[in-house]
């Protein structure tokens, strides 16, 4: 598919969404796939209005923050975007994306013992299947001149397998 075809998709996905959106206001989802749409074509501005509504209508759904986290981000404004991440992070713990993508931005601002304090948790939450965690813990660990942990993470991303410590866990204790 050329690229006007994927832009032709995603525009009519912004026109079935504000359908919806006239139908259920009140319904968060719709409001936060629009933003997703409006990020996609460039419109941060309108994403980030969609965005603090979806804040309003659930104020509990981490993916928000993370994406109002990405738009401050572009925008180079890096202490908004880590307020946001690290909303996303109380609101979702166990998420090792989330903790990866703060502790990135942390080591892109250098501040390093912050960077590898949420990149560890972002290690211990792991499993194999999540590449773009993996992703984040290379690129973070590059930028802190950490080339053993960069190429381990990478590496992963690009083929190699590690069994997950819950995986094994859960084997240990079936066996």
Known sequence: MDSSGAE?????????????INLAPDYSVPHHLLATALIFQGKLNEAEEELFRVARLDPDYPENYVRLGEIYLSRELTALAVTYLKRAVELSPFSASVHAELGSVYASLGRKNEAIKELKEAERLINDENSNTDQFLGQAYTVLNEPGLAVQHLGRRHGASRESPNRAACNNATE
């Open 8 to 20: 032709g998709k995603i525009e009519e996905a912004e026109a079935a969404l504000r359908q919806t």
